[in-house]
């Protein structure tokens, strides 16, 4: 089964809106990251946020990360149409494997 | 080259003939991962290796599939016997895998494979 799993699984908004997408997993992580993914293919790395870590930023990306309710949220400020993609989280567990799980990802439309 | 690279980057194979797909991973990355993508669906886990050794085969969905890694570098995924669920898009990816835990992975373009 998946670590990860994300909600919501599909998010539709207007461009200039935020859009926050959430992710839950199951066991204790050494780290979470977000990916980004378009048209099906290669997936792109966003941002990685330790488990000692509480947020993140990186331009218009905030991360949190909540270990104690085994929960991350990404947020995308200001969206733009280009913003379009499916977005995952993947986490590894902390039992020194370096075994890298993804969920099931959020597809986000961000409508011009 | 910079990044990882995998081919084919399309297979169209008929069902029961076996496959290989072929994984290059950023040099110097230790760890190696392969995951399987139907359409519209999350990342399914296959196997990953650290260095040449495989600790974790648990993903692989039967044992038609296999996956080798020499020389800490290019990997191949073979499917034997291929099946019509076996189409989808088989991703690679590699990292430096390092003590705390993962770093960024870096993924290929994948390879689409059909099975008619």
């Known amino acids: 089964s998946q670590q990860g799993e994300e909600d919501p699984q599909a998010l539709s908004i207007q461009e200039g809106e935020n859009a926050t997408m959430n992710c839950s997993y199951k066991?204790?992580?050494?780290?979470l990251q977000w990916y980004r993914q378009n048209s099906g293919r290669g997936l792109v790395h966003l941002i990685l946020?330790?488990?000692?870590?509480r947020e993140k930023h990186s331009g218009r990306l905030r991360v949190t990360l909540d270990t104690s309710k085994k929960s991350s949220s990404l947020l995308i400020t200001a969206s733009r149409a280009a913003d379009t993609a499916s977005y995952f989280c993947?986490?590894?567990?902390?039992?020194?494997?370096?075994?890298?799980?993804f969920g099931s990802g959020t597809r986000l439309l961000v409508r011009p | 080259g910079a990044g990882v690279s995998q081919s084919p980057s399309n297979k169209v194979t008929e069902k029961g003939k076996d496959v290989e797909l072929r994984c290059d991973p950023i040099?110097?990355?230790?760890?190696l991962y392969w995951y399987r993508q139907s359409l519209g669906q999350g990342l399914e886990f296959l196997i990953y290796?650290?260095?040449?050794?495989?600790?974790?085969k648990s993903g692989l969905p039967s044992d038609r599939f296999s996956a080798e890694r020499t020389g800490g570098s290019v990997s191949t995924l073979t499917i034997q016997r291929t099946q019509q669920e076996d189409s989808a898009v088989y991703l690679c990816?590699?990292?430096?895998?390092?003590?705390?835990?993962?770093?960024?992975?870096?993924f290929g373009q994948g390879t689409r494979l059909t099975v008619v």
């Open positions: 040099s110097g990355h230790t760890a």
């Open positions: 066991t204790s992580i050494n780290n």
């Open positions: 993947a986490t590894d567990k902390e039992d020194s494997s370096y075994k890298l799980i």
């Open positions: 990816a590699s990292s430096l895998a390092q003590q705390g835990g993962n770093t960024e992975a870096f």
């Open positions: 290796f650290q260095g040449n050794s495989a600790p974790d």
């Open positions: 946020i330790r488990s000692n870590e």
